[in-house]
Nanobody, 126 residues
Framework: QVHVVESGGGLVQPGGSLRLSCAAS????????TNWYRQAPGKQRELVAS???????NYADSVKGRFTISRENAKNTVYLQMSSLKSEETAVYYC????????????????????WGQGTQVTVSS
């Protein structure tokens, strides 16, 4: 079984920084891509940043130049470094891990599927 856990959220003042982590655990052989989404109260979930297995990155226009996505393959962990945070970026940040090839012991097989974490709250406020 694969588990995805986000961490690093919290309260930060406008203009401040936070680093989020997304760790995937289990018997994992490969991951196609990892995405960070966020959802503010009353709004739709939006894609913030992505990184694929080739190391290519993409960012929402609103965060370009302020957010950096990176990965540590040996730990199946992806980070989102956020700086110059704005109050309107208060949201629950979710990690989505795509194309995870992992061992499913209950089925005795390798399976490929996507996973979501439970989310981590980021509050930008003075």
């Amino acid at each position: 079984q694969v588990h995805v856990v986000e961490s690093g959220g919290g309260l930060v003042q406008p203009g401040g920084s936070l680093r989020l982590s997304c760790a995937a655990s289990g018997i994992i052989f490969s991951i196609d891509a990892t995405n960070w989404y966020r959802q503010a109260p009353g709004k739709q979930r939006e894609l913030v940043a992505s990184i694929n297995n080739g190391g290519d990155t993409n960012y929402a226009d609103s965060v370009k130049g302020r957010f950096t996505i990176s990965r540590e393959n040996a730990k199946n962990t992806v980070y989102l470094q956020m700086s110059s945070l704005k109050s309107e970026e208060t949201a629950v940040y979710y990690c989505n891990v795509e194309g995870v090839l992992a061992a499913d012991k209950s089925k005795g097989a390798l399976i490929t599927r996507d996973y979501w974490g439970q989310g981590t709250q980021v509050t930008v406020s003075s």
